[in-house]
């Protein structure tokens, strides 16, 4: 093994995320929007593995990813495969700088996919990150955010490692005290493609810009949880938080079904519930992790009983966590 690289896997949990608040402030000259945003991070974790392939240095050899769990598509699209190649184009090649050796990575798929948790950005993240490792390589900091932005506008956020306030596309983030104590989440992913991009083009086409008042939501909640709020506090803002996503209304646009799916969930735990980022999983808080468990309980038999409508292919991913409060 040369230089600075590492002999034994790297291995990164990579979470999920949920949003508190998510205001859009308008359309940019580039195609995307500024948002103000308050992120969390989740205990829900993908887990991934880098190592230096064997063999590696010989010709013609290239990164390669396994993926267990959830399907998440073709491999060929992968973000994990995308970072390794931002990282290694960003690290450079030349004397006196570590040889980008091809990795073997391996990503078990917890998080739902495709579902506005930001599964396959943090993925990301830990890929850029956990490749640097692998190799030795060192990079400045602007050049591991514009590489992580390069990849998705919600990697820089898992890159920064906690609950952060997100703004400009993705690529501002400010990191907060976030929640003390950890309230459980309920997260419940309907079976439906809905498709980041097509949620904020029917957004441009049928509003242009957010509402106001949910930016001021956002920005004063993110006051709070820069002081730190409790688990109480934060449950007590459960309404104003759900209200408080101005891609909720293109989200059921673009999914008509996700309104029926919204109310009976609603209805059969007895809550508020909210959309994260452009959906399409609905959140519920808890006190404890204990309680969201027993909320999926009760969810998973309404399923079943056809109260929670099941959207497009199969019955809903129910799944209990919590807020993550550390640093990743
Ligand atoms: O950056 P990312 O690939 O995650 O973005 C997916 C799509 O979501 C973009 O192509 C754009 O249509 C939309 N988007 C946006 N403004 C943002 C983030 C995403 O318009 N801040």
Redesign the pocket.
């Known amino acids: 093994m040369s230089n600075g690289a590492h002999a034994t896997p790297i291995v990164r949990l990579a979470p999920a995320k949920l949003n508190l608040t998510l205001a859009?402030i308008g359309?940019?000259a580039d195609?995307?929007?500024?948002?103000h945003s308050v992120f969390v991070l989740l205990a829900l974790a993908d887990r991934l593995s880098l190592a230096i392939a064997a063999g590696a240095g010989r010709t013609g050899q290239h990164d390669t990813l396994h993926v267990r769990g959830h399907d998440a598509g073709p491999v060929a699209d992968n973000l994990v495969l995308r970072a390794i190649a931002a990282a290694r184009a960003a690290v450079g090649e030349g004397p006196g700088r570590p040889a980008t050796l091809p990795l073997a990575a391996r990503l078990e798929k917890v998080i739902p996919v495709a579902a506005g948790l930001g599964g396959g950005?943090s993925d990301a993240a830990a890929a850029l990150d956990g490749a640097l490792e692998a190799w030795g390589a060192e990079l400045d900091p602007d050049r591991r955010a514009s590489a992580a932005l390069a990849i998705?506008?919600?990697v820089p956020f898992f890159l920064a490692g906690s609950a952060s306030i997100v703004e400009?596309?993705?690529e501002r983030t400010t990191p907060l005290v976030g929640v003390q104590g950890q309230p459980g989440v309920l997260l419940v992913t309907p079976r439906v493609a809905l498709r980041?991009?097509d949620v904020?083009?029917v957004f441009?086409a049928t509003r242009g810009h957010g509402d106001g008042s949910i930016r001021m939501t956002s920005e004063h909640l993110a006051q709070e949880l820069a002081r730190g709020l409790s688990a109480a506090d934060l449950i007590a803002r459960a309404g104003v938080m759900a209200s408080a996503n101005d891609l909720l209304s293109a989200a059921l646009l673009v999914e008509p079904g996700l309104v029926g799916v919204k109310r009976a969930l609603a209805r059969t735990v007895g809550r508020v519930v909210g959309l994260t980022g452009?959906g399409p999983t609905l959140w519920t808080l808890y006190p404890s992790l204990a309680e969201a468990e027993s909320a999926a309980v009760v969810v998973r038999a309404a399923v079943e009983a056809g109260t929670v409508p099941s959207l497009g292919g199969g019955p809903p991913s129910i799944i209990a966590t919590t807020i993550h409060t550390g640093h990743t």
């Open positions: 859009v359309r940019r195609g995307f929007h500024d948002l950005s998705g506008s919600d400009g596309r993705g980041t991009p904020f083009a441009a452009s």
